[in-house]
């Protein structure tokens, strides 16, 4: 079946410093491959994307970049700010799914301090 | 803005009630997808409707039913509602069915008393 194992949190990391948040997923077709953010009383907003292998998303200095051999899609930023303290979901879209189903990660939860 | 309406943004209910939540996608959007949010289980989808069918059920209860009606907006109700309802409902949307980005509104939070 299809699921996404994500990186327990929470992440606290001092303003300028370097993220990662490790995603890897299990998937029976082709998946399509997501980052989302959930910045404090909102909703999910999408922050990047990759559609199949070796693709990289990118968006906001955030990249990811799909490796089919490693089966893993991990979240980097090379110098995070205050304002990107927030929960991060890695989720995938499996496109041999006719239902379309989003499998979601449990969220990890981002805090950089000044 | 994604585009996405949910209202109400807050509900507030007794045991044993019946709510009702309700979402508009985007403009030209097909699918509406449901989720639940909970600080214990985390984000859990619920149901996935396209173009007014019923195409994919998570962990939905059986208390739980939604619909989407020929305008696309959805529907999402719940019944014999307990405590452990409590969480925030999202709604979102996506133009097709397989491998787009989903848009997510801003959600409903609802409290059981």
């Known amino acids: 079946g299809n699921s996404v194992t994500q990186m327990e949190g929470p992440v606290t990391l001092s303003e300028e410093a370097f993220l990662t948040i490790n995603c890897t997923y299990t998937?029976?077709?082709?998946?399509?491959l997501f980052w989302y953010v959930q910045y404090p009383g909102e909703g999910l907003q999408l922050l990047l994307k990759?559609?199949?292998?070796?693709d990289k998303g990118s968006n906001k200095g955030f990249e990811a970049t799909y490796r089919k051999e490693t089966t893993s899609f991990h979240l980097e930023k090379g110098s995070v700010q205050v304002s990107d303290s927030a929960v991060y979901f890695c989720?995938?879209?499996?496109?041999?799914?006719?239902?379309?189903?989003?499998?979601f990660g449990t969220g990890t939860s981002l805090t950089v301090i000044p | 803005d994604s585009g996405v309406t949910q209202t109400p943004k807050h509900l507030i209910t007794a045991t044993g009630q019946r709510v009702t939540l309700r979402c508009s996608p985007r403009?030209?959007?097909?699918?509406v997808y449901w989720y639940q949010q909970s600080l214990d289980q985390g984000l859990q989808f619920l149901i996935h409707?396209?173009?007014?069918?019923?195409?994919a059920k998570g962990n939905i209860l059986e208390r739980f039913s939604a619909q989407q009606f020929p305008d696309l907006h959805s529907e999402l109700n719940l019944s014999s509602l307990e405590l452990g309802d409590s969480a925030l409902y999202f709604c979102?949307?996506?133009?097709?069915?397989?491998?787009?980005?989903?848009?997510f509104g801003p959600g409903t939070r609802l409290t059981v008393l």
């Open positions: 989720a995938l879209s499996d496109r041999a799914n006719t239902g379309n189903q989003f499998y």
């Open positions: 990759a559609t199949k292998a070796d």
């Open positions: 403009s030209g959007d097909l699918s």
């Open positions: 979102a949307s996506s133009t097709g069915l397989a491998g787009n980005e989903q848009f």
């Open positions: 998937a029976t077709g082709y998946p399509s």
């Open positions: 409707y396209y173009n007014g069918e019923e195409r």
